[in-house]
């Protein structure tokens, strides 16, 4: 294993990313009608495809012990109910290997690749027929007004709970980033280390570290609501940042673009930035007061919150944003 698999596992987590897909599979299978067991009719299917119900079931893909059951045709066919249910007639017995190959293949092409013998094909293509047309209803074709009006909540169920899920991804987001901010400003009282000491102040392994170019965390930007109002002026700004950064390094000529630019370059330089330094470097600037201070504080007409300002002076990337400024940073010094 090389050093670089971590990389897949320093990634932050996304709820609606990563369970989107699965979910709605769920919703699509819940409209899938099932049949009840009834021995006799069961009998009757099997009998259909040759088989003796009595004896254990083969196979009807390659001949082999049968060991599940198949869905002929699939429940769920792109994310939604594809019409067909959990009936006898859309069940085969099948063994884990032909059940894992065919997926949502076409059966008839599947069968004919697992068994190039013709008349056996005809043979059990025509069974098969036989046992879908005698025991499998599609269910689409019995849709009526009302029904589609049911269908109609139910798919406004998933998208709210969809919307949850990227609620959830948008408060999570937040709370890492503050986690992430106290961490770097986290003080301790051991190993030689002052109380109030910044963890950009230790020296030497974090500066050299601060030096490096991080493989960052994948950004998505979320706008979903939230219902708290600091939360909600948080998730405004982030939006705010998220459009006009990006513009930023674009344009590098802006003001606003050469103060986090010289930020950026402080930092990766020194480890931390003050207040005078990130001045000295801007001193072309005229209107760097108010143009740091319109990147700092969050109000109604700033330009962005992307700066935080401790009582020493000391500035840093504001944690809610961090992850996407230095994504941003380094497309910025890729393409220069």
Known sequence: MKKQSIKKHLQSYSIYGKRKSTLAHAFASALSVADTYEETKIDNAIKLLGQDPSQDLVCVYCGRSAKTWDHIMAIVKEGRFSGYGHQ???????????????GNKDWKTFLITKNPNEATNL?????????????????KELLDDDIKNEIEKFENIKQQVFELLKAGDQQAKIIRGKLKYKSKNKTFTQDGLEQGDSI???????????????????????KTKVNNNETNKESQEIEKVEKRVPKWFKNPDQFNSQILISFMELQGKKGFVNLIDLEKACSGIKTFKPNFDAMKNITPHNSGKVFHENEKNEITLWGLVEEFVMMEYNKYLRKG
């Open 123 to 139: 043979i059990m293509i025509n069974r098969i027929h036989e046992y879908i047309k005698s025991n499998t209803t599609q269910f």
């Open 200 to 222: 950009f102040q230790i020296e030497p392994i974090f500066k050299e570290k601060r030096q490096t170019k991080p493989e960052l965390i994948p950004f998505v930007s979320k």
């Open 88 to 102: 006898v007639g859309n069940l085969v017995p099948c063994c884990n290997e032909c059940n894992s190959d065919k």
